[in-house]
């Protein structure tokens, strides 16, 4: 080994080792940034060892066009992004990283194919076989998943008949795929074959799963994102992607299954679950009558209580409305009122998406309890505050199981004496069913975007 080569080496491990102490610094808010830019570093020295290592040099003009793209297209989304189209910018990205996994695959898979008398290993055709079944499966569930996010396509389980069948004979087919790339290895037409039977697989996967089950798929899609680079690593004998891709598949694997466990479910149910249950999840054709609050209303109760659990959900991040929510809790707070933020796993659209709003907002950290914390606690709080969220407060989750929420752990904030939901009007959830709770006695809408109606209350507050 040359001492080049012992430097590039060594320069690729101190970047496998950036990303690993990045990633174990994201999983604490008061590090994450740090943790952030060190990954971050990290990629950077992975980039410039690549031109180092890049033979011939004529390959440097393609590497520096593929960067500045790549920089541009993420420069741009950074910045234009909104915060609530975050989970749709993860699926994309998810998506991208796997539709590279396939074409570092295809790229060698046909240099090599240049030259049809060379030897093969089965662990080339294995990983091969995998980068563009996994890759194309990431990219097109990806932007399916997109799709249902954005609303381009229905967020309920998308069902026709036979496809259970159907999707079992495309994976069989696949299978043939791997042992016909034994007899063929170098057979670009049979990979490419792969690479499309794949990419509609993927689309089969991802359609029937809806409603509340997004959050586990999107977060499965992220392992296989990091599973198909890794696969590519073996494919092009990079350590480096090798490292990198295991990191993400393992980080997106231990995510999905804290999802599975926040939404009660097995990924097994949630991968096949909707296959044969009915298309489309029953609507509620009985809209029960919604007690409106004014702003005034719920400043009263609020001035009354003395304890208050605020629930945020995704209509707080489409209002950005965190600011307002501690501006209200610290009002009460003044006034001895006992605070506390319930913070539902899966709340909003993407993981962790109410803690990054309220850690935006400067809100202590120790005030945001989670699901098994403050749920005993709704029993003895005066008021609960409902601020754009509905899913994860459905009381049907627990009793009706024809809702496609049943079995769903939600915030029991139908327990507390008081209810004041916030929200603009009638719709519904990310499921797209109509929620009880809105229409218990107990409970009053005051309706209208929810920084607006915190603004008001907390005006109405100061004149009590
Ligand atoms: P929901 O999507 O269930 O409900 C949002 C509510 O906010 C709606 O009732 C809407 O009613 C209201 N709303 C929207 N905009 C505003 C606004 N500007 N001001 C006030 N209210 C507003 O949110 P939840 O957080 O309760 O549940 C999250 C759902 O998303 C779950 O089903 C979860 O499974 C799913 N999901 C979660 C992901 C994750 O990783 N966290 C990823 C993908 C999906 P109205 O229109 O009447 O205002």
């Not at 009002?331 to 539902?344: C, F, P, Q």
């Not at 709080?381 to 079995?407: E, F, M, W």
Request: glycine content about 10%; overall charge neutral.
């Amino acid at each position: 080994m040359s001492a080049l080569q012992f430097i590039v080496e060594m320069m690729l491990l101190l970047a496998s080792v950036g990303f690993i102490i990045g990633l174990r610094m994201l999983g604490s808010p008061t590090s994450a940034r740090m943790g952030n830019a060190i990954g971050a570093l990290g990629m950077l020295v992975a980039v410039i060892m690549s031109f180092v290592l890049a033979r011939p040099s004529s390959e440097y003009a393609g590497l520096l066009v593929a960067i500045l793209l790549g920089s541009l297209v993420g420069i741009y989304a950074a910045r234009k992004v909104e915060m609530t189209a975050m989970p749709q910018l993860v699926a994309a990205f998810n998506g991208v990283g796997g539709a590279a996994s396939v074409l570092v695959a295809v790229c060698e898979m046909m240099r090599l194919a240049q030259s049809p008398s060379l030897e093969v290993s089965p662990i080339f055709i294995c990983t091969a076989w995998f980068s563009a079944v996994v890759g194309a499966v990431t990219f097109t569930g990806s932007m399916c998943a997109y799709g249902k996010l954005e609303g381009w396509i229905s967020s309920r389980a998308v069902l026709f008949c036979g496809q259970r069948i159907v999707s079992g004979l495309i994976f069989l087919s696949l299978l043939a795929g791997l042992l016909l790339m034994f007899q063929e290895p170098l057979n670009t037409n049979l990979f490419w074959t792969i690479t499309i039977v794949s990419a509609i697989f993927g689309v089969l996967l991802v359609l029937p799963i809806g409603g509340a089950d997004m959050p586990v798929v999107i977060s499965l899609l992220n392992s296989y994102s990091g599973l198909a680079a890794m696969a590519a690593g073996f494919v092009v004998d990079s350590k480096l992607l090798i490292i990198a891709g295991a990191l993400v598949g393992a980080s997106g694997i231990i995510l999905t299954r804290l999802m599975c466990t926040a939404m009660n479910r097995s990924l097994m149910n949630v991968v096949f679950g909707a296959f044969g249950s009915s298309v489309i999840a029953q609507q509620n054709a009985d809209e029960k009558p919604l007690r409106e609050f004014t702003s005034m209303d719920a400043a009263m109760l609020l001035h009354d209580a003395s304890r208050v659990i605020f629930v945020p959900g995704y209509g707080l991040a489409v209002s950005q409305a965190q600011h307002n929510i501690r501006d209200l809790a610290n009002a009460l707070k003044e006034s001895g009122v006992d605070i506390r933020y319930a913070v539902h796993p899966v709340a909003g659209r993407m993981p962790g998406h109410m803690n990054v709003l309220l850690a935006e907002a400067d809100i202590p950290y120790e005030e945001l309890k989670d699901l098994e914390e403050v749920n005993g606690e709704f029993e003895n709080t005066d008021v609960a505050v409902i601020i754009g969220a509905n899913d994860v407060v459905n009381p049907s989750a627990r009793s009706d199981k024809s809702s496609p929420l049943y079995g769903m752990p939600i915030l029991n904030a139908d327990k507390a004496r008081s209810v004041i939901v916030l929200k603009r009007g009638r719709g519904t959830g990310f499921a797209g069913v109509e929620n009880p709770l809105f229409s218990l006695e107990r409970s009053g809408v005051v309706f209208g975007d929810a920084k607006k109606s915190l603004s008001a209350i907390l005006n109405d507050l100061k004149h009590l």
